[in-house]
């Protein structure tokens, strides 16, 4: 059965902005895993074709961290 972990364990944090162009944003974001049990993470989205994650889901040990690029494309009507 699986148990959650608190959302308290497990901090994320924009690093930096960068711009591609006019009409794509993208983003850092370290996601780092304080508790002391190993954790699965998802980032999912209604609108994939807008919002990108790469990559959009992983494992994370204790203490362990990891840089995930989101990007929002803001041409896609």
């Known amino acids: 059965m699986a148990s959650f972990i608190p959302r ?5 944090q924009s690093e930096a902005n960068i711009f591609n162009d ?6 850092t974001v370290k996601i ?6 190993r ?10 074709n807008r919002l990108g994650v790469e ?10 961290t990891m840089h995930v690029m989101v990007s929002c494309n803001f041409a896609i009507e």
């Open 55 to 64: 990559p959009g889901c992983g494992v994370l040990d204790p203490s362990e």
């Open 8 to 12: 308290s364990n497990v901090l994320t």
């Open 39 to 48: 954790i699965v993470w998802a980032i999912k989205t209604k609108e994939p």
């Open 32 to 37: 780092v895993n304080t508790s002391a049990r």
């Open 22 to 27: 006019s009409h794509k944003l993208t983003y």
